[in-house]
């Protein structure tokens, strides 16, 4: 169980309630996010309402996210790439993970996706001009983790940008977390 799957879960769980999130077009039933396209309860969604999301990162320091050609390294299961994709990115996620890539082609099926681990991403140099690492570079084991930060750097073009963003595990969430899942 990660973050990303507690958030589909918790968008499941409120979806099987109705607390009167109808719109027109949607009768009895919430609008869809976004970001993650789960029914959206009022809460903000972490891919693209929060100012810390991996979007806002981005948008701020790029003007337009159109034709930027993003790698997403450990993509999981496309929730990030859907977004990116919208925004007018060219994006390629990879992940080791066949099971997360299957869903994230059909997820986000203007996107490209690889198997493949950080430590050894199969690309030119300097093919991208962002590469992130969104919550996923402590999934890397520790012996190869300066690989797959070296990978990072070698497949992102000068210039580019090279954005890892990594959970802070501490506050009371991930104390309650960890009774479920201690990374």
Not at 128 to 136: E, G, H, P, R
Request: charged fraction near 20%; proline fraction near 6%.
């Amino acid at each position: 169980l990660n973050l990303t799957t507690l958030s589909k879960l918790l968008h499941r769980a409120r979806s099987r309630i109705n607390l009167s999130g109808e719109t027109a077009e949607r009768p009895g039933r919430a609008p869809v996010c976004g970001g993650c396209r789960q029914p959206k309860w009022n809460q903000a969604c972490p891919m693209t309402d929060s100012i810390n999301s991996p979007v806002a990162v981005l948008k701020s320091v790029m003007a337009s996210l159109a034709g930027v050609k993003i790698l997403d390294v450990g993509c999981g299961s496309g929730a990030l790439a859907r977004v990116l994709v919208a925004e007018g990115a060219e994006v390629t996620g990879v992940d080791p993970n066949l099971q997360a890539l299957t869903a994230a082609r059909s997820v986000a099926p203007a996107a490209r996706f690889e198997q493949a681990g950080a430590e050894a991403l199969p690309f030119e140099d300097a093919a991208f001009d962002v590469v992130l690492i969104v919550n996923a570079l402590h999934h890397v084991p520790l012996a190869v983790m300066d690989r797959a930060l070296a990978e990072a750097a070698r497949v992102t073009r000068p210039a580019g940008l090279l954005v890892v963003i990594e959970p802070l595990a501490s506050g009371s969430f991930f104390d309650a977390l960890r009774v479920v899942e201690d990374e």
